[in-house]
């Protein structure tokens, strides 16, 4: 008589396939459980976690990315540079001076004076207005970049995005203005020249 073939097959598949999910759930519980997860700014990054959080993070941007309501001025600039001395320039600097406060977060906070890249581009000069404006407005999640949409008008913060799209071509007295030192609260404990 032959055997009967198959019975159980299933079953064990399942059984098996159930035990693996379960194993991976107690380790991975047990990895979270034991402090074994890089959550110091000091501690090296996951593999993969920029390009994990820049994929959505630039699609939502693309979707949502607005135009300025204005045109570009000085009168913008200026407002624009008011608004970044006091908001931004703890974290992102000023024009010649690095501040070392923004080395210590994670991700590094950019200084927004520096020209970076092959072709040389100053801070987010070669994001869109609207692009910058986004990300003041909402902030950047896993990041120390705050959203401003409550704290700041609609008017200051296209503003400041307007200016900072326009870093590398702002008027001499709009670049005086923002590169006099920081106020009494900053100077010495996080310039760095």
Same mark, same amino acid.
């Given at each position: ?7 159980g097959g299933f ?7 159930? #035990?693996?999910? =379960?194993?991976?759930?107690? @380790?991975? %519980? ?5 402090? $074994? ?74 200084? #927004?004076?520096? =020209?970076?890249?092959?072709? @040389?581009? %100053? ?5 869109? $207005? ?44 709009v670049m005086q ?17």
């Amino acid at each position: 008589m032959a055997k009967k073939s198959g019975s159980g097959g299933f079953g064990k598949i399942f059984l098996g396939f159930i #035990l693996g999910v =379960a194993a991976v759930a107690v @380790g991975l %519980v047990l990895y979270l459980r034991f402090g $074994a997860l890089p959550v110091s700014v000091a501690d090296a990054p996951l593999p993969y976690e920029k390009q994990i959080v820049r994929l959505p993070m630039n699609a939502r941007i693309d979707r949502e990315v607005r135009t300025p309501p204005f045109g570009i001025s000085e009168d913008v600039f200026e407002s624009g540079a008011h608004v970044y001395r006091a908001e931004c320039a703890s974290c992102h600097g000023v024009p010649g001076h690095d501040v070392l406060y923004g080395r210590y977060m994670y991700p590094r906070a950019p200084q #927004l004076w520096k =020209a970076h890249g092959k072709s @040389g581009v %100053v801070g987010v000069s070669d994001d869109t $207005a609207g692009e910058t404006y986004w990300k003041v407005t909402n902030g950047i999640r896993l990041t120390g970049m705050p959203a401003f949409e409550k704290t700041l008008s609609d008017t200051q913060r296209w503003q400041l995005s307007v200016m900072l799209a326009h870093s590398n071509q702002l008027p001499p007295e709009v670049m005086q203005a923002l590169s006099a030192p920081l106020a009494e609260r900053y100077a010495g404990w996080n310039t760095a020249e």
